[in-house]
T-cell receptor, first 116, second 115 residues
Framework: SQKIEQNSEALNIQEGKTATLTCNYT??????LQWYRQDPGRGPVFLLL?????KEKRKERLKVTFDTTLKQSLFHITASQPADSATYLC???????????????FGQGTELSVKP | DAGITQSPRHKVTETGTPVTLRCHQT?????MYWYRQDPGHGLRLIHY???????DKGEVSDGYSVSRSKTEDFLLTLESATSSQTSVYFC??????????????FGPGTRLTVT
């Protein structure tokens, strides 16, 4: 079955540093991968999508890489701020079908804490 | 929360009783999903819908049923609640851009406790 793993430990970094979160997967070849942010007591919020033929995607201070050989995605937040503190989830496409929507499996998430 | 509401937001029920959770969207998105989120397991797909009256199972569908009689409403029913179904339930929608790769928008969640 598909397996998706993120950094199991919480990540604590200092404000201004770059946070790097890891998402590894096995047993599948996704067409795309998405990253979400989740704050306590709230639903996840979409951040970025990267396709299998894209090596890197950027959005403001966020950068995502996708290595289909290593079966790994890295999520970077540069110049981190305390407001970036949240849990970050990666989600893997497991084969949506035409007319049936995109089906995703989610990692357990990595909790990021940015200290001032 | 992108025009998605869930009701109730909190519910405590007893083992063996049926429970229905409602998801309502005002975005006219085609696809709707029900997930549960538990510590140690992350988000897991229960059921999803790809149109009115069109639904299919996700990875943890046992003990759950769904119905979608209108574009805007997706109901999740626990036929006979068990303590293992204590969880936070999230509804999500997608398809606003017409692509399978569209991001999913999540509702605020329903915290269900089965005693």
């Amino acid at each position: 079955s598909q397996k998706i793993e993120q950094n199991s430990e919480a990540l604590n970094i200092q404000e201004g540093k770059t946070a790097t979160l890891t998402c590894n997967y096995t047993n599948y070849s996704p067409a795309y991968l998405q990253w979400y942010r989740q704050d306590p007591g709230r639903g996840p919020v979409f951040l970025l999508l990267i396709r299998e033929n894209e090596k890197e995607k950027r959005k403001e201070r966020l950068k995502v890489t996708f290595d289909t050989t290593l079966k790994q995605s890295l999520f970077h937040i540069t110049a981190s701020q305390p407001a970036d503190s949240a849990t970050y989830l990666c989600a893997l496409d497991i084969g949506g079908f035409v007319n049936q929507g995109g089906k995703l499996i989610f990692g357990q998430g990595t909790e990021l804490s940015v200290k001032p | 929360d992108a025009g998605i509401t869930q009701s109730p937001r909190h519910k405590v029920t007893e083992t063996g009783t049926p429970v229905t959770l409602r998801c309502h969207q005002t975005e006219n998105h085609r696809y709707m999903y029900w997930y549960r989120q538990d510590p140690g397991h992350g988000l897991r797909l229960i059921h999803y819908s790809y149109g009115v009256k069109d639904t299919d199972k996700g990875e943890v569908s046992d003990g759950y049923s769904v119905s979608r009689s209108k574009t805007e409403d997706f109901l999740l029913t626990l036929e006979s609640a068990t303590s293992s179904q204590t969880s936070v339930y999230f509804c999500a929608i997608s398809g606003g851009g017409g692509s399978l790769m569209d991001e999913q928008y999540f509702g605020p969640g329903t915290r269900l406790t089965v005693t």
